[in-house]
């Protein structure tokens, strides 16, 4: 048992029973909000450790409702949706979700994506509480990212990150050079299997890279490596 809080974000209501029948047997508290006013409002008086988050709701969609919580919290946001249309993924990302799984799922697909990402966050809190594995400055270029005070700036210039945009960069920034393929590279960073979906981590990287790249169509730090994945290449006379 455990007292995480997931608040499950769903106008339909079989789906969202479902969902809550098989986390709360994970042993998680779980609350439902059927509409996009109530999703905030829960959100901000229960403080949940993760949101699963329907995109199609009533007068105000999961994508209003994610934009606005990112204003003021960084708590994981699942996006659920029955469109897979890659124009929906890239939206729900771009705003702040951090993944993404389309309806119909597998219920247990959906509690392991859950389990990952609170594996995930109580990682870092614990690296963050015990000066973990933060690390050094990495510097490349113009491009400067703080791991242990979560920042990134190109020169000079702060850059806003989400969650997993700064882990993919981070974890990255340390290879240099290392080629990741894109299944391990989701496993890594999302903490579970993509299932063979890495939309997730495509529209990360294309996201990160319009963030931190002069020219992100044509990247100098995160580069595409083809038939494999990603790697980062260090800027000559950094360190």
Not at 91 to 103: A, N, Q
Not at 212 to 238: C, L, M, W
């Amino acid at each position: 048992m455990n007292d995480q809080t997931i608040l499950v974000v769903d106008d339909e209501l079989e789906i969202a029973e479902l969902i809550g029948l098989y986390l709360r047997r994970e042993g998680y508290d779980v609350y439902h909000a059927a509409s996009g006013d109530e999703a905030l409002r829960l959100a901000r008086e229960l403080e949940p450790q993760l949101i699963v988050l329907d995109i199609q709701l009533g007068e105000i969609s999961g994508i209003e409702v994610c934009e606005q919580l990112r204003r003021e919290s960084g708590v994981p946001i699942l996006f659920v949706s029955c469109r897979s249309d890659d124009t929906d993924i890239i939206h729900g990302l771009s705003v702040g979700g951090d993944d993404y799984i389309t309806k119909p799922f597998s219920p247990r697909q959906l509690v392991a994506r859950v389990q990952a990402h609170l594996r995930r966050v109580q990682l870092l809190a614990g690296d963050a509480a015990g000066g973990g594995p933060a690390g050094r400055m990495l510097r490349s270029g113009e491009l400067e990212i703080d791991p242990e005070g979560h920042t990134v700036t190109v020169g000079g210039r702060p850059v806003s990150l989400s969650a997993k945009e700064f882990d993919l960069l981070v974890h990255l920034a340390r290879h240099p050079g290392k080629a990741f393929p894109l299944d391990r590279l989701y496993r890594l960073i999302w903490g579970t299997d993509s299932i063979g979906d890495t939309r997730t981590l495509m529209v990360h990287i294309s996201n990160l890279r319009k963030k931190i790249e002069a020219d992100p169509a044509n990247p100098a730090h995160i580069v595409t490596v083809r038939g494999v994945g990603y790697k980062f290449i260090s800027q000559e006379g950094t360190s």
